[in-house]
């Protein structure tokens, strides 16, 4: 196997669009106006907590989503 020269950088693989949908999870917990509720309640639970499980969720699905479809090309 051979290394490339010192003088090369080995091309980025890393540059997708699909890693865009990472801001998502990041940008939507910042807007504070979604939490000026105690209402609806789920399961008993206010708005602020169960609000707080749909943003990991939806951070998971986003990770998920930018893994599979932002894949190397050399798997």
Do not use: H, K
Not at 56 to 66: E, L, N, Q
Request: net charge positive.
């Amino acid at each position: 196997m051979t290394t490339p020269p010192s003088d090369q950088r080995p091309e980025r693989s890393d540059r997708s669009r699909w890693n865009w949908l990472l801001l998502l999870p990041i940008v939507v917990p910042l807007i504070t106006p979604l939490y000026n509720s105690e209402n609806p309640r789920l399961f008993g639970f206010p708005l602020f907590y169960w609000l707080q499980l749909a943003f990991i969720v939806i951070g998971v699905g986003c990770t998920t989503i930018v893994y599979r479809m932002g894949g190397r090309s050399g798997r």
